[in-house]
């Protein structure tokens, strides 16, 4: 009992500490999660190699693989002629640039980083701001101190616009990832977590059931969250922001340019770009027919196995595999497609090593394994078990209720946490909970894991917040009323879909046969 006690609370002492360093940043996120390497050695916890055998399990695989032919899309520029040709789609109407900002951020956060698709967008939006924001001087206005006080009216309704353009990329960019597996940290962590816990959960989340669940809950609080920002920055006057009956000003206009030219500068789709778009769709293709839950998928059919032998890890390697193998220019049969007819020897791959490790996140992959290494420890040194048992009393609470609350403690923890460290600390304990209260686990980690990507309300919540808020034009106070109203948005979004729609993907009524086994020790 002793011996037992003492295994109990170092583990307590690995995680406070852990916890303490995530959020305060005395050390690199990353080297935080090094820690458990370490620590669970020596207080006897863990062996060494066990510890380090979770840091590089099938989740991180399917994260480096993802996010390789995100580089790709990203080096090639596909992200930009995309985010380009909808802004022309879609107008410089404020309601409808607006519109056709979010959107476009959204969709690309489903699929590269959230950091670098705000980063590619902040420069879009302040071209454009610059021709719509364009004055006049007072000093040289023949109406004199009438017009002035126009043009200052004006000056104040720019501001705000440009205000709520700046925080709908930032917003649209953290909403956007929580519609796909590799979209966000959480996401990879609530699945990883799942394999690690529940060995037997039958790859109950996988790339399609969860874009089943997760992209209409984006959808629809994408939606509501540009009605919010439409509301507080730039009204509901229909003929000015929809541009109803209205002909196009000289600003929109030359805005409109602006987005043309930046388009026009792109040129033509080359060979490399269309291949890395190929590869991408199939990629994408691939991850919906592996298992898509309502039939037998490919991986069953082609292998005539388990669909786990095959999982959404080896189809983002697969591809991220050819992107180092195809060439970057077309092979001499295609010579109609060639610039020059001169040989120059062989063409560089689609993707370098060079750009892949200027460009990928590296530090991910280490947090991600820091977090699989919490989880093991926590249960062989039977910490989670006592926590679970802790939380026995919620059983008369009713499940939407520890749902929300939940939610909510950890939409104001990622505040001023690392979202990824946020889901890595809460999710392990709240599985216990689950348990301790037979409650479907995924009940309450779904929620969470998405609430955990709701950094709102602060600039050094998260990197995009961080990008916008760089610009000058934002003060904190915009981004806390404007983010706190954004949090409950989402927390009613996640609330509605997990009762709704997920009760049917994931059979949250029941608790599952999988949610009773632990891990063998």
């Known amino acids: 009992v002793c011996v037992f006690c003492l295994i109990f609370a170092a583990c307590a002492y690995v995680i406070a500490l852990m916890a303490v360093y995530w959020c305060t940043e005395v050390l690199p996120l990353a080297v935080t999660a090094l820690l458990p390497t370490i620590l669970f050695p020596v ?15 099938d989740t991180n695989m399917l994260f480096v693989g993802g996010l390789m032919v995100a580089v790709a899309v990203e080096h090639w520029n596909l992200h930009k002629r995309i985010a380009l040709r909808v802004l022309l789609l879609v107008g410089v109407r404020p ?41 006049v001087d007072p000093q040289t206005s023949s109406e004199g101190p009438r017009r002035s006080v126009e043009l200052s009216d004006e000056d104040e309704e720019s501001k705000r616009m440009s205000k709520g353009l700046l925080l709908s990329v930032c917003y649209a960019a953290s909403i956007g990832g929580i519609a796909t597996l590799t979209g966000t940290g959480p996401n990879l962590v609530l699945i990883g977590q799942m394999n690690q816990l529940f060995p037997q959960n ?74 890395v778009l190929a590869l991408f769709i199939l990629m994408v293709v691939l991850w919906f027919t592996r298992d898509p839950r309502f039939m037998d998928g490919w991986a069953t059919n082609v292998f005539n196995a388990k669909a786990e032998f095959v999982t959404d890890a080896t189809v983002s390697l697969f591809v991220a595999v050819l992107l180092f193998v195809l060439p970057s220019e077309p092979p001499t049969y295609l010579c109609f497609w060639r610039k020059s007819q001169v040989s120059r020897g062989p063409a560089p791959p689609l993707l370098t090593w060079q750009v892949t490790q200027k460009k ?22 039977g910490l989670s078990r006592w926590l679970g048992a802790q939380m026995t009393p919620l059983h008369s609470v009713p499940p939407w209720a520890i749902a929300v609350i939940l939610c909510l403690l950890i939409a104001t923890f990622t505040e001023c946490a690392s979202n990824v460290a946020t889901a890595t600390l809460f999710l392990p304990v709240l599985a ?7 409650l479907n686990p995924l009940y309450v980690m779904i929620p969470c894991t998405l609430s955990a990507s709701f950094a709102f309300m602060l600039p050094v919540a998260t ?7 760089s610009y000058g034009l934002l003060k904190v106070t915009d981004m806390a009323k404007t983010g706190a109203v954004m949090n409950i948005i989402g927390i009613g979004c996640i609330s509605l879909a997990i009762n709704t729609w997920g009760r049917f993907l994931f059979s949250l009524d029941t608790f599952p046969s999988w949610a009773n086994a632990t891990v063998p020790v």
């Open 95 to 135: 309601a409808l640039l607006m519109l056709g900002f979010m959107g476009v951020t959204a969709f690309l956060s489903m699929w590269i980083s959230n950091t670098a698709t705000t980063a590619m967008m902040v420069p879009i939006v302040q071209a454009v701001l610059d021709q719509l924001n364009g004055n």
């Open 360 to 381: 990928m996140p590296w530090n991910i992959v280490l947090l991600l394994g820091g977090g699989f290494a919490l989880a093991k420890g926590s249960e062989e040194s």
């Open 43 to 57: 207080l006897g916890i863990m062996e060494s190699k066990d510890v380090c055998m979770q840091y590089l399990k």
């Open 463 to 469: 990197p995009p917040n961080a990008i916008v808020f």
């Open 202 to 275: 039958g790859d109950v989340i996988n790339f399609a059931s969860w874009f089943a669940f997760a992209f209409p809950t984006m959808v629809l609080m994408l939606m509501l969250a540009w009605f919010w920002l439409q509301f507080l920055y730039i009204g509901c006057n229909l003929r000015r922001t929809w541009g109803c009956g209205a002909a196009q000003s000289e600003k929109e206009r030359a805005a409109y340019e602006v987005i043309r030219e930046e388009h026009c500068r792109l040129g033509r789709m080359s060979y490399g770009e269309m291949s």
């Open 432 to 438: 216990s909970m689950s348990q301790s209260i037979s």
